[in-house]
């Protein structure tokens, strides 16, 4: 077989008079031209398999395939951006519309409404999504079932930290109620305004301001003390409690003896007649079927999307 020069191509001929070692035509040693570099890698990034020949002369062609992940980097700033308009869409709804409506209350709607309770629930759900963005950047989207594993555990973390907040709420709600049953006073409060205190997407919640004079304690200490509880919501807007407060400008309620700060709507001697222990239960367990329900359908929905793509993957193959 007949040498051929690396550096310029040349075929040695048998009858050059050059040494052996030498190219006739470039003059070079063979022993260092033919240790020249290999040609450079070439890398495709496209998804098609790389065609013969498409290499350089004497070096490898490979196929590179970016792996991605749940969570793209790139998308990081317009997720912040997202979660900053949804809370700022969400307060607005909450308490933008109300405050517009009655500036007056705006006090009352903030520091005695549900805002804390919904801005802290929001923190923690940005919690999560936090924890899970940092643990879902190792997840491969090219991969189902790994996929289907992080987003069931995302949603069940969700779930469960709604879940537990709604309860934590019931219970004080009833816990309040419970410290009144046991050590309360009815009382008549006169109405200082009924406001909207809070929106949603279809009604807002009717609150009502009111005030009264304890009727217990040490000679000297009484005065007046206000408080702020929910009436009604604007789609039932003639509901009896509503048309009562409205038109006698006075609410019963019961308060806690020695705390009167501790105070509740009365109305048919609710607070006193009602097990509230019950009733929190019935409230939790309802809600824990309602996320478990919920959750269940998701991962069924999931499971057949998934059991869809790995019986189509097969028959294709």
């Known amino acids: 077989m007949d040498t051929v020069c690396q550096a310029c191509g040349y075929q040695r001929k048998p009858t050059d008079q050059a040494p052996d070692w030498e190219c006739p035509s470039c003059g070079k040693a063979y022993a260092k031209t033919s240790h020249a570099s290999p040609s450079p890698l070439v890398i495709y990034t496209d998804s098609l398999p790389a065609k013969e020949g498409s290499g350089a002369q004497g070096g490898a062609s490979y196929q590179f395939t970016p792996s991605r992940s749940i969570f793209n980097d790139d998308e990081a700033g317009m997720n912040k951006v997202t979660m900053v308009l949804g809370l700022l869409w969400g307060l607005f709804f909450i308490v ?46 090219n991969d189902p079932k790994a996929s289907f594993a992080f987003g069931a555990k995302f949603f069940g973390v969700v779930s469960a930290v709604l879940f537990i907040a709604f309860a934590m709420w019931s219970r004080n709600q009833d816990h309040i109620d419970t410290k009144i049953q046991q050590h309360g006073v009815r009382e008549m409060a006169d109405v200082v305004r009924i406001y909207n205190g809070g929106c949603g997407k279809r009604s807002c919640s009717i609150d009502v301001e009111y005030a009264f004079a304890p009727s217990s304690g040490a000679e000297g200490t009484w005065q007046l003390v206000h408080g702020y509880a929910h009436l009604g919501s604007t789609d039932r807007s ?37 097990d509230h222990g019950e009733r929190s239960r019935s409230t939790t367990v309802l809600l824990g079927e309602l996320f478990f329900g919920v ?23």
């Open 295 to 317: 959750f269940a359908l998701v991962l069924a929905i999931s499971a057949a999307i998934f059991w869809s793509k790995s019986r189509r993957k097969s028959q294709d193959g």
């Open 238 to 274: 003639n509901d009896p409690e509503v048309v009562y407060a409205r038109t006698h400008r006075q609410v019963p309620i019961a308060y806690e003896v020695g705390h009167p700060d501790i105070s509740a709507l009365n109305f048919n001697d609710d607070i006193f007649r009602v």
């Open 96 to 141: 933008g519309i109300p405050v517009l409506t009655d500036p007056s209350s705006a006090y009352a709607i903030i520091f005695h409404g549900d805002v804390g309770f919904v801005l802290l629930l929001f923190l923690a759900l940005m919690a999560v999504v936090a924890v899970f963005k940092r643990t879902g950047a190792d997840v491969d989207a």
